[in-house]
């Protein structure tokens, strides 16, 4: 005699029934209530079945003490809670999950699972819906082992997007590393952005000097934005200085960028590369000239006075 496989079979984790052990002499009437809530569940299919105390009572033959007694022992586990609605008292149980639970834990699953996650949130809810070979309703409960199992499957289909569709981050090797740091930021805080974006990003942080960039950047990564927002070039306290040639015991032909490392600036010249703690604007306003016009530096301005004042003498 064959029998027949059992449909919907009610499951408990191990680790459920090690902490009924614990109670002692109270785990039959944790494990017996525990089921008796759990078989109600899946008839009504929903985690928060209607089972008040009276129903509970009889369908147990139970006395009304013994009920709350193991009722109120399975709240102080945190296995169940009493929700109310309108007149009726339903039970909630944790560890049983809906349609939308479900999902839910498969989302934090694969955000913790895929380093691609962002390059693929578009195409996790039509994963979703296309699972046309399941086949249950919007209140259907399922077991932890159920949950496992839709997980898998998920994480199949993830493998497969990350393998066949093309990342939205674009993998440029000339990348700034200002805009490579926002991004990875924008993947780590769940940012979506799309290639317009990285686009517009290129285009805001292009023709601008490291020190701005990094300003606009850092501010709102220390700020947790969405999105950071670059100082007019008219309002810039260093663009001001690009193109500029400062004449000291070296001459330093056109600055062509500013950074700033360990507390220092760095001064990026045609020819030169200079690392002072002096700040831009003194440094350029000591030694600064446009090499335009040569006659308005600094040092021939003061050869000029030194030549003038010899031949006054004579």
């Not at 296309?130 to 082992?145: A, D, G, I, M, V």
Request: some cysteine.
């Amino acid at each position: 005699m064959e029998l027949a496989p059992i449909e919907n079979p009610i499951v408990i984790h191990p680790h459920l029934l090690q902490k009924f052990l614990k109670q002692g002499k109270n785990y039959a009437n944790l494990l017996a209530l525990y089921s008796f809530y759990l078989y109600h569940a899946q008839l009504q299919k929903t985690n928060k079945p209607l089972a008040t105390d009276e129903f509970t009572r009889k369908g147990m033959n139970w006395a009304s003490d013994r009920v709350k007694k193991t009722k109120k022992i399975l709240k102080e586990m945190k296995l169940i809670e009493v929700v109310q609605y309108r007149k009726y008292y339903y039970v909630h149980l944790f560890f049983i999950y809906t349609k939308k639970k479900v999902q839910e834990i498969i989302g934090k699953v694969i955000k913790k699972t895929s380093m691609n996650l962002m390059n693929l949130k578009p195409f996790i809810p039509n994963i979703l819906i296309q699972r046309n070979n399941l086949k249950y309703s919007e209140t259907e409960t399922f077991s932890p082992k159920k949950v496992e199992e839709e997980i898998e499957k998920v994480k199949e289909k993830v493998e497969i997007k990350t393998e066949t569709k093309k990342s939205l981050k674009p993998s440029t090797p000339n990348m700034s590393p200002v805009l490579k740091k926002w991004l990875d930021y924008c993947d780590k805080n769940s940012i979506k952005y799309a290639p317009n974006n990285v686009k517009r990003w290129e285009k805001n942080l292009e023709k601008r000097i490291s020190m701005d960039k990094e300003e606009a950047v850092y501010k709102a990564i220390g700020r947790g934005w969405k999105d950071f927002y670059m100082t007019p070039v008219k309002e810039s306290k260093y663009h001001k200085f690009l193109g500029k040639s400062l004449m000291m015991d070296r001459d330093c032909d056109t600055l062509l960028d500013i950074g700033f490392k360990d507390e220092k600036f760095i001064y990026q010249f045609k020819n030169i590369r200079v690392v002072s703690v002096t700040s831009p604007l003194k440094l350029f306003k000591r030694h600064g000239y446009d090499k335009k016009k040569v006659k308005n530096a600094p040092i021939v301005l003061k050869v000029k006075e030194k030549i003038s004042g010899l031949i006054k003498r004579f």
